[in-house]
Nanobody, 115 residues
Framework: QVQLVESGGGLVQPGGSLTLSCLAS????????MGWYHQAPGKQRELVAD???????NYADSVTGRFTISRDNAKNTVYLQMNSLKPEDTAVYYC?????????WGQGTQVTVSS
């Protein structure tokens, strides 16, 4: 069974930084498009950023210039470096693996931006 396990969430002050990690197991990691989504209370889950197996990236307008997605195919891990965090970035962040109309999701990690 495919597993995606996120880590790195927590409480951070506005303007601070966090790095999220997602370790994938039981998939051929390099052929999946990997993404990070977030979901705030009462809102729909939204794409934050994604990255193809070859390294092409895509970002939501709200995080462009502040967040960076990257992957290490040798370690089956995708990262989300989050800088200049804002209170509106507060949400549960989910890791996603996508290929050929098949989605896998992690359990989520909470990110709270507050003073």
């Amino acid at each position: 069974q495919v597993q995606l396990v996120e880590s790195g969430g927590g409480l951070v002050q506005p303007g601070g930084s966090l790095t999220l990690s997602c370790l994938a197991s039981r998939i051929i990691f390099s052929i999946y498009r990997m993404g990070w989504y977030h979901q705030a209370p009462g809102k729909q889950r939204e794409l934050v950023a994604d990255i193809s197996g070859g390294g092409s990236t895509n970002y939501a307008d709200s995080v462009t210039g502040r967040f960076t997605i990257s992957r290490d195919n040798a370690k089956n891990t995708v990262y989300l470096q989050m800088n200049s965090l804002k209170p509106e970035d507060t949400a549960v962040y989910y890791c996603n693996a996508y290929r050929a109309m098949t989605d896998y999701w992690g359990q989520g990690t909470q990110v709270t931006v507050s003073s």
